[in-house]
Every structure is written in C-alpha cells, then in structure tokens.
C-alpha cells in the first residue's frame, strides 16, 4: 500500500463518523422542525383550564370543515381565540348583562365592550397568527340598527362565508361562543370593507365608534359600516 493510499484509509473512520453524526441529527430532527414549532406557538397560548375542553372541541370543528384545514392550524386558532377572550373579558370588565355592559360604555363606565369593539380585537389577534390553510371574516347581522351585532368567521381558506364557523363572545358576556353561520339563530352577512379597515388600523377606538349603531351606542353618529 503507497503513502497516499494508507492516508486516505486513515481519514476514512473520521469522515464515516462525521457523515453518521449528521445522518443521525438530520433524522431526528429536522422533519419535526416545523410541528415542533407549531405546537410550540400553540402552547405559548395561556387558555384558562375550565376552557381546554371547549378550545379542543374547537379546533375538531375547524379541522373537520375541509380536508384541506390544517389539524395545528385550527388548533392554533382555538388556542389564540380562547386565550384572547379571557384577556379581553378582565381588561373590558364585564359586568351585569351585554346591555347593561353597553350601558357602562356609552356612559364612559368602561372603556370599550361593544359587540365590534370585542370583534376587532379578536380579529386583530387571529389575523397575527399569519395561518394558510384558514381565514377571517368579518359578519354582521342586523347592520346599522340598533340590534346591531357583529362576530367573525373562521372558514377553510377560499370557502364561502355561509360554510364557516362563528367566534363570538359579546352575546355571553366575553365567553367564546361558536357554531355553524347556518345553525345561528341571526342572519350573518360578511363585511369585507370593515375587516380592512380593522386590518389596517384605520377602525380605532374612535373611528369604530363612529360607524355602528348598537344598544346604547351614541346616536351622534349614524354611519354604517355598509356604507364605507
């Protein structure tokens, strides 16, 4: 055997070692980078214990809306949703009936608590989570009375409104309220100008204010959402 032959059988067990040392890192974990991560921004969300339940049974119902709806996804959203309308209902402090919450607000009581007020900031939180296989909408029955009230829509991305899930939470005094838009005792209508507007930051306190009339809204200002 040369010189040259016997170096490169000498280097040989350093490379083969090297070459499985990566093989076996790459193997376990690389595939699971991706759900790791996923399951990680999922658990980052705080639901309260009494709603583990209820937020499961959530993403179950998303998922099973489309083939195409991914199982982290819906489950991120339940997660983000329930974990989102505890923190608004301490930090709206909800009090008494819906009405009577609407009541405080209009008289400067509370600060926000309207039924769109906790539809943006819902609809802000979701749409944070960037997700691909579901999207957004706004719904609003009743648009531009008095028994206004608004909600958003979960569907399978590209799905029509009338085949997705409403998140609403004013109508149970900040406690997460879901079922099919068919199954809803109110008639929903989706608002695809307004959710922009949330989005875009141009419907703030002030201006979300201006464009509804719900109970015990100020009656100064009679622009409709529908009309914008």
């Not at 040259?4 to 790459?26: D, E």
Request: hydrophobic share 40%.
């Amino acid at each position: 055997m040369n010189v040259s032959v016997r170096r490169a059988a000498s280097h040989l067990p350093a490379i083969t070692r090297f070459a499985v040392f990566v093989a076996i890192v790459s193997w376990g974990i690389t595939p699971a980078t991706a759900q790791q991560q996923q399951q990680q921004r999922s658990l980052s969300f705080e639901v309260p214990k009494n709603n583990s339940a209820k937020a499961e049974g959530l993403a179950n119902q998303l998922a099973a809306l489309s083939p195409r709806v991914d199982q982290n996804e819906a489950a991120l959203l339940a997660n983000c949703a329930y974990a989102t309308v505890s923190r608004l209902r301490r930090q709206y402090h909800m009090f008494g009936t819906p009405i009577f919450n609407n009541f405080l607000v209009y008289h400067g009581l509370r600060k926000r608590g309207y039924c769109y007020q906790w539809t943006a900031d819902l609809l802000v939180a979701l749409d944070a989570l960037k997700l691909k296989t579901l999207e957004l909408h706004w719904g609003e029955a009743y648009a531009g009375t008095y028994r206004e009230n608004n909600c958003l829509v979960a569907t399978p991305k590209g799905q029509p409104f009338d085949h997705g899930m409403i998140l609403e939470c004013w109508r149970h005094m900040g406690h997460l309220r879901w079922n099919l838009v068919p199954s809803d005792e109110d008639r929903y209508v989706e608002n695809k100008k307004y959710a922009q507007r949330v989005l875009g930051g141009s419907a703030g306190q002030s201006a979300s204010n201006s464009n509804h009339r719900v109970a015990f809204e100020k009656s100064t200002i009679a622009k409709t959402k529908a009309g914008d």
